[in-house]
Nanobody, 115 residues
């Protein structure tokens, strides 16, 4: 099993930045892929960014060039650096881990982009 705990969300003005963290309960090197999803009110959950245990990354078109996913294997933590935030980035951001064929989720951290 994998427990995931997100942090770093909050209220930020348009154009601002936030860095989200996802701490895993086990070595993330053993986890095939980790990612960040988001879910806005009334909308479906969508993939924001993912990173494999070999460091390959994937991004949603809407965040390319603005968000960066990274991992620190020594801290068992995955990060999402979010720059140039827009109101449409407002959502609950959830961390996901794919481990031994199963998906694990954190409880999420809310991000609100507003004046």
């Amino acid at each position: 099993q994998v427990q995931l705990v997100e942090s770093g969300g909050g209220l930020v003005q348009p154009g601002g930045s936030l860095r989200l963290s996802c701490a895993a309960s086990r070595s993330i090197f053993s986890i095939n892929s980790m990612g960040w999803y988001r879910q806005a009110p009334g909308k479906e959950r969508e993939l924001v960014a993912s990173i494999t245990n070999y460091g390959s990354t994937n991004y949603a078109d809407s965040v390319k060039g603005r968000f960066t996913i990274s991992r620190d294997n020594t801290k068992n933590t995955v990060y999402l650096q979010m720059n140039s935030l827009k109101p449409e980035d407002t959502a609950v951001y959830l961390c996901n881990a794919l481990f031994v064929g199963m998906h694990y989720w954190g409880k999420g951290t809310p991000v609100t982009v507003s004046l």
